[in-house]
């Protein structure tokens, strides 16, 4: 399916006059400059919310694109048409995009990052975005944890910080009864704390913590557990706390 959207993509770009060569794009306007993934995505992503096609295939078109180009822009025009005039997208197809692309096995770095700074840190579609990509599967990613369900888990969970923690806690309670997502939801939990818009509940975190298995040496366990012990809640709301942490567990 991945490979049927990214062939898309490549064909509606080359009916632009968008071709890639060796060592980037060029276009026929152009053919002597070269352009990279990211001018491509800047210049031509927000076109596929213009063409004439129904929601649905636009945003399958647009996923095709990043499949194709590999670049965050591509996700900020996604969003852009979400919240858009002519939004929202149809929720299946936008959410189900995500979904299959956490679990592929391939790069999936502008998704979550996407993800992370923009749909979990925005209160109005955090709740959503985090159960339409984990929330809502959680009890059958530990109930059948295939390969792909845990590629997806762990994406999520490690840039959930920014999620608010009512929304995301029942997820890592579940999270926790599956020791392989144990390092991830650490990630989780320790990104709750250190991002700036990051969201956790020392004593509920704490509890949390106390039930993982993680490797011997995790770097910054020791940490997390004087921070959360003392009842911080955020890096950000008590800069200092975590350098006392490291001076008392160094």
Not at 61 to 71: S, V
Not at 102 to 114: G, P
Not at 234 to 242: D, I, K, L
């Amino acid at each position: 399916m991945e490979m049927q959207a990214m062939e898309a993509a490549r064909r509606w770009l080359t009916d632009q006059g968008i071709s890639q060569v060796r060592d980037g794009w060029v276009n026929a306007e152009a053919p002597d400059v070269l352009l990279t993934a990211n001018q491509v995505a800047h210049s031509w992503a927000g076109d596929v919310f213009a063409e004439d096609l129904d929601a649905a295939d636009q945003t399958r078109l647009a996923f095709g694109l990043l499949d194709l180009l590999d670049e965050y822009w591509v996700m900020c025009e996604v969003r852009f048409a979400n919240e858009g005039a002519e939004g929202p997208l149809p929720a299946d197809v936008l959410w189900g995009s995500c979904r299959q692309r956490l679990e592929a096995d391939r790069d999936a770095e502008a998704l979550t990052y996407s993800l992370w700074v923009d749909w979990f840190e925005d209160r109005s579609t955090a709740a959503q975005a985090f159960a339409e990509v984990l929330g809502n599967d959680i009890d059958r990613v530990v109930a059948e944890p295939s390969e792909a369900l845990l590629r997806r888990a762990r994406r999520v969970l490690e840039c959930s910080g920014p999620v608010p923690w009512p929304v995301k806690e029942p997820t890592y309670r579940t999270a926790v009864l599956l020791p392989a997502l144990h390092t991830a939801l650490f990630k989780g939990l320790r990104a709750s704390y250190h991002d700036v818009y990051g969201d956790l509940e020392p004593a509920a975190g704490l509890a949390l913590l106390d039930q993982l298995d993680l490797p011997t040496g995790t770097q910054h366990l020791a940490e997390m557990r004087h921070v959360l012990t003392a009842g911080h809640k955020n890096h950000y709301g008590s800069p200092r706390a975590w350098d006392d942490a490291m001076r008392s567990c160094s």
